[in-house]
């Protein structure tokens, strides 16, 4: 049972462009959302992460958006560079069951300069 | 560079065999995660260690087992391999308490031909 999907599996953006990743959830036991980068070779990095009580959270360029009620949530990648080429994970966890994350699927995003 | 170390980088072996994973937690990091990744499961949560206990199991395998030492480093064993358990394993590292955030080792590349 996938509980978290992940979409797209993989997107181009030009440079300078918005990535804009989607993400749903199954479990409303989950507390926390994290998205991670990963680069080839590389363990996952945590990027930014959200928790259930608020709406939108924003760190430079990137920004969660969060929607409880539809159970979905979002990346978006602002002023894409390549360099923010590599693989992204959403993730949910319940901290009461000891904080396991479960993945989506990974969505692939090659930045063009 | 996220303060968690794995060994070894690579591990190539033959179906039959059994291998040991060694993860070095963050300093101060009481808990453990173990992950695998692969091309078709995509990252799944395997087994949890806090402080030296087992604190949550996720789909993994009988013929795997883990443990965290007094000294909090922990060992993935692998036995009785198979073709399909090729795959990467991270570990990840976290404070237990109110932070969530999982720093991910770089990971060991298991090849079993």
């Known amino acids: 049972q996938q509980q978290v999907k992940q979409s797209p599996q993989s997107l181009i953006v030009q440079k300078g462009g918005i990535s804009i990743i989607n993400c749903a959830y199954e479990n409303t036991a989950f507390d926390y959302f994290p998205w991670y980068q990963q680069f080839p070779g590389k363990g996952p990095a945590l990027l930014i992460a959200?928790?259930?009580?608020?709406s939108e959270k924003k760190e430079g360029r990137f920004t969660i958006s969060f929607n409880k009620s539809a159970k979905q949530f979002s990346l978006h990648i602002m002023d894409s560079q390549p360099g923010d080429s590599a693989t992204y994970f959403c993730a949910a966890s319940i901290k009461a069951a000891g904080n396991k994350l479960t993945f989506g699927g990974g969505t692939r995003v090659l930045v063009k300069p | 560079d996220s303060g968690v170390t794995q060994t070894p980088k690579h591990l190539i072996t033959a179906t039959g065999q059994r291998v040991t994973l060694r993860c070095s937690p963050r300093?101060?990091?009481?808990?453990v995660y173990w992950y695998q990744q692969s091309l078709d499961q995509g990252l799944q949560f395997l087994i949890q260690y806090y402080n030296g206990e087992e604190r949550a199991k996720g789909n993994i395998l009988e013929r795997f087992s883990a443990q965290q030492f007094p000294d909090l480093h922990s060992e993935l064993n692998l036995s009785s391999l198979e073709l399909g358990d090729s795959a990467l394993y991270f570990c990840?590292?976290?404070?237990?308490?109110?932070?969530?955030?999982?720093?991910f080792g770089p990971g060991t590349r298991l090849l079993v031909l």
């Open positions: 990840a590292s976290s404070v237990e308490g109110a932070q969530e955030t999982q720093y």
């Open positions: 300093s101060g990091d009481l808990s």
């Open positions: 959200i928790r259930p009580d608020v």
